[in-house]
């Protein structure tokens, strides 16, 4: 966007675009002419991280510390999709809106149930969201977290699509494979 302010009709040009010949609803138009307040701060720095992931429980408590570890750094805006408001109607433009307009987005990664498997297929159809997308995926082992029951088969926690995007990602040497806690932070700590 350059020097330009975002405008409410900023955002509804470009969410037109992604609606395929569908118009905003008056609901969803004043739901981003609010959300330009909220989308401020990832203009407002050097370097603004979109962190997505499963927000379960326990692996909410794991995106917040990559959240808590990025906003550390100077000049830095790290967000989930949850701390923009929740009145977008709409999450696919939500999602799209706010991948267009950060600089990095990091998925972690702990399984193939819930999350962000749906973006995680972005990754890899549009070239500009690839580009930016490092991913922190979860590798299960003796050493790995004692969550609690969580459903997950530790022996094959992800999907076939998603193992074929970490396979691009580590090609790109944008994936990081942590097991515990102080592996996660120390992926965060090697992001751009």
């Not at 909410?60 to 929740?86: E, G, P, S, W």
Request: with cysteine; aromatic share 10%; net charge negative.
């Amino acid at each position: 966007m350059g020097e330009r302010e975002l405008t409410a009709e900023d955002l509804a040009e470009k969410a037109e675009e992604y609606l395929h010949e569908a118009s905003l609803t008056p609901e969803e138009y004043e739901a981003l002419k609010r959300g330009v307040a909220e989308l401020s701060p990832i203009f407002a720095t050097g370097s603004a991280y979109f962190i997505l992931g499963s927000y379960g429980r326990p692996e909410i408590h794991r995106l917040q510390l990559v959240k808590d570890r990025l906003n550390r750094r100077a000049d830095t805006y790290a967000f989930l999709m949850v701390d923009i408001r929740k009145e977008w109607v709409n999450t696919y433009l939500k999602f799209r809106l706010l991948a267009d307009y950060t600089d990095h987005i990091v998925g972690v990664s702990e399984h193939d149930r819930g999350g962000f498997l749906v973006e995680q297929g972005y990754f890899t159809a549009l070239e500009e969201y690839f580009a930016k997308t490092h991913v922190l995926k979860r590798e299960y082992g003796e050493t790995a977290l004692a969550d609690v029951d969580t459903g997950v088969d530790p022996e094959n926690p992800y999907s076939g699509m998603q193992t074929a995007i970490f396979d691009m990602l580590a090609d790109a040497g944008r994936l990081c494979v942590w097991r515990t806690e102080d592996d996660l932070l120390e992926c965060t700590e090697a992001l751009p």
